[in-house]
């Protein structure tokens, strides 16, 4: 008789931990799902908006785009990071178009003119508010994520916090008062970048102890 070798073994152990898993929605579908909550959340700032005539700024073209532009930046971001977590598939041409338009709408901040209002304590609530808006967007993208087979968690982590930081900017956008292009550049922008940072540390370490988590233990 044979006996079992250490490839045997290796597959053997290999197939007892094997667990069944239940097929995931197709990209676009999961990222449907994370605009309505991103759109919810968008809602939820207007309605609590310091900006006495929101529909009034909607009237502007040029707000609009500003707000069209983050929307879509954090869309394309979102869609990113939902193409990362599929072994195979290429997220890169989908985070570039993001890039695009989230360069487009710092640029369409950098030539708002001076407006009042832009004090300090605006711009600490501005960037504080930013994570409060893209924390829900944040965690929904993430768990999403987090279901899949992500090779780079680093890369996944940059396009979940801008996906969510975006939205977080978008719903600041929406409540802000203080239509000022140097306060809408450094409290609007900046914390996004920073945000973004933290989540590719945030996510890598999440997806890493996910990754060597112990399964259930067997008699």
């Given at each position: 008789?044979?006996l079992?070798?250490?490839?045997?073994?290796?597959?053997?152990?290999?197939?007892?931990?094997?667990?069944?898993?239940?097929?995931l929605?197709?990209?676009?579908?999961?990222?449907?799902?994370?605009?309505?909550?991103?759109?919810t959340?968008?809602?939820?700032?207007?309605?609590?908006?310091?900006?006495?005539?929101?529909?009034?700024?909607?009237?502007?073209?040029?707000?609009?785009?500003?707000?069209?532009?983050?929307?879509?930046?954090?869309?394309?971001?979102?869609?990113?990071?939902?193409?990362?977590?599929?072994p195979?598939?290429?997220?890169?041409?989908?985070?570039?178009?993001?890039?695009?338009?989230?360069?487009?709408?710092?640029?369409?901040?950098?030539?708002?003119p001076?407006?009042?209002?832009?004090?300090?304590?605006?711009?600490f609530?501005?960037?504080?508010?930013?994570?409060?808006?893209g924390?829900?967007?944040?965690?929904?993208?993430?768990?999403?994520?987090?279901?899949?087979?992500?090779?780079?968690?680093?890369?996944?982590?940059?396009?979940?916090?801008?996906?969510?930081?975006l939205?977080?900017?978008?719903?600041v956008?929406?409540?802000c008062?203080?239509?000022?292009?140097?306060?809408?550049?450094?409290?609007?922008?900046?914390?996004?970048?920073?945000?973004?940072?933290?989540?590719?540390?945030?996510?890598?370490?999440?997806?890493?102890?996910?990754?060597?988590?112990?399964?259930?233990?067997?008699?």
């Amino acid at each position: 008789m044979r006996l079992p070798s250490a490839h045997d073994s290796i597959v053997a152990r290999l197939v007892a931990d094997v667990r069944p898993v239940r097929r995931l929605w197709p990209p676009v579908v999961r990222l449907a799902v994370w605009v309505v909550i991103a759109a919810t959340v968008l809602v939820l700032a207007a309605r609590v908006s310091l900006r006495g005539d929101v529909a009034g700024a909607l009237g502007s073209p040029r707000y609009v785009l500003e707000l069209g532009l983050l929307a879509g930046a954090a869309a394309a971001a979102a869609a990113a990071a939902l193409l990362a977590a599929i072994p195979g598939r290429d997220p890169r041409p989908v985070a570039a178009a993001a890039a695009l338009l989230a360069a487009l709408s710092a640029t369409t901040f950098l030539v708002e003119p001076a407006a009042p209002g832009a004090t300090w304590f605006a711009g600490f609530r501005c960037a504080a508010c930013i994570p409060m808006f893209g924390l829900v967007p944040w965690l929904a993208l993430i768990a999403a994520v987090a279901r899949g087979a992500p090779l780079d968690a680093r890369g996944a982590g940059a396009y979940v916090g801008a996906a969510a930081f975006l939205i977080g900017a978008a719903a600041v956008r929406l409540a802000c008062p203080v239509d000022d292009g140097h306060h809408l550049l450094v409290w609007h922008v900046l914390p996004v970048v920073a945000w973004t940072g933290i989540s590719v540390l945030a996510t890598a370490t999440w997806l890493a102890r996910r990754a060597v988590a112990p399964g259930p233990a067997r008699s």
